[in-house]
């Protein structure tokens, strides 16, 4: 018999977990907005008992979400932040974590002034050379935290190497794959052994809902992060869950076009006179232009770029009229935020300074409205400096 042939992404974005309603053939997956289901007799249940538990929206978009990013399991939770909190509940006090040191603001937040007052500790180092990684791993290392690329500065860390290194010091790769959603980095495939992403952004797509995914590739992974899931309860609600299923329906179309739009934003602000530098792995300068290409299928729409003073950022932000100043990424619309006062703030400005988050930097997210209104806006706003 050949080997049956695994469906294309488009396929899986849209039938995995979401097969027709067995009960009424609805082909879209229902809501169940319950908070408790009834037993038959004690102890007998058709398989869900309280919604902090289980709630059947919320299994078949983390079934999906597995399925998208290669994973045996998915767990979903209230927000990005809340699964990545659910993952570090795997852990202990004195259990030792290396991350990358320009990690999204919320990140080193968590970990420095929650975690570390319950005795996690943390060591920051520029994941870029996986070298860092391996020299700054512990006896007591557990876990390996990167993002890539990361949010704002567009770096990028070799996911491959770093696994290998984390394989040998038997220390856990946790990638946030949320600035490539799976249709454009397969980390699992690269060797993490767990993905996290908040869904708020590209897998949602369109800016109507938190929430955050955790992607295991073991049984015992999956486990305990169901029993986070009922024991600490940050679960995604079943509306959420939903809208994020109806969000991956079109990632694969979405992706595409977020890519073709950001790679030439990117071009046109690289050309542009305001601009004094552009940050985005597919420009041919971007000094890890060639890692970008060997894992990752696309570049996104993600871009940050340099204006040089905060008064010039400031000028050009109050100006935009197609993008949105606004936090947040991934949607369908463009939204543009300024790092060092909005997404960054919580680094302060010695924590900002130290990984070269400077005052001018503008951050991008491509949306899908027609490019030339992007860049026409764009274009606009910056007459201003
Ligand atoms: C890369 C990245 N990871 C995680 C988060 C946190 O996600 P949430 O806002 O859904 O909690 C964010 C939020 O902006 C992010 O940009």
């Not at 927000?79 to 852990?91: E, K, R, V």
């Not at 890692?291 to 340099?306: C, V």
Request: aromatic letters at 6%; a neutral charge.
């Amino acid at each position: 018999m050949p080997n049956k042939k695994q469906p294309g992404f488009a396929t899986r974005a849209i039938h995995s977990g979401q097969e027709p309603d067995p009960e009424t053939g609805a082909v879209t997956v229902p809501i169940y907005p319950t908070s408790t289901y009834v037993q038959q007799e004690l102890g007998k249940n058709k398989g869900y008992e309280y919604a902090r538990v289980s709630n059947p929206t919320r299994t078949r978009l983390e079934e999906n979400l597995a399925a998208l990013e290669g994973g045996i399991a998915a767990r979903v939770f209230a927000s990005g932040m809340a699964a990545i909190n659910a993952i570090c509940t795997m852990y202990k006090s004195g259990d030792h974590v290396v991350c990358g040191n320009d990690l999204y603001g919320g990140v080193p937040r968590l970990f420095n002034q929650v975690l570390a007052n319950f005795g996690m500790e943390f060591t920051y180092v520029k994941t870029s050379d996986a070298k860092n990684v391996e020299r700054a791993i512990r006896k007591n290392t557990r876990m390996v935290y990167i993002e890539t690329p990361t949010n704002p500065l567009m770096s990028l860390s070799d996911i491959e190497a770093i696994s290998q290194i984390c394989r040998r010091k038997k220390a856990e790769l946790v990638v946030d794959n949320t600035f490539m959603s799976p249709y454009f980095q397969q980390p699992v495939a690269l060797g993490a052994d767990m993905v996290v992403h908040s869904t708020t952004k590209f897998l949602n797509g369109h800016s109507d809902g938190l929430g955050g995914v955790v992607v295991c590739t073991t049984r015992e992974q999956a486990d305990k992060l169901a029993f986070v899931q009922k024991a600490a309860g940050a679960i995604l609600s079943p509306f959420e869950c939903w809208l994020v299923l109806r969000g991956v329906k079109t990632l694969a179309v979405r992706m595409e076009q977020h890519d073709r739009s950001g790679r030439v934003v990117a071009e046109f602000l690289a050309d542009h006179k305001k601009v004094k530098k552009v940050f985005y792995p597919g420009l041919p300068e971007h000094p890890q232009h060639s890692l970008a290409k060997q894992q990752m299928t696309g570049f996104g729409s993600m871009i940050t770029f340099e204006t040089g003073s905060l008064s010039n950022a400031k000028k050009m932000l109050q100006r935009v009229r197609v993008c949105s100043l606004a936090e947040s990424l991934g949607g369908v619309e463009t939204l543009i935020s300024h790092p060092a006062t909005m997404t960054h703030a919580a680094l302060g400005e010695k924590g900002r300074r130290e990984i070269g988050i400077t005052d001018g930097l503008v951050r991008i997210s491509v949306g899908i409205e027609d490019v030339e209104d992007i860049m026409d806006d764009l274009d606009q706003a910056m007459a201003s400096i």
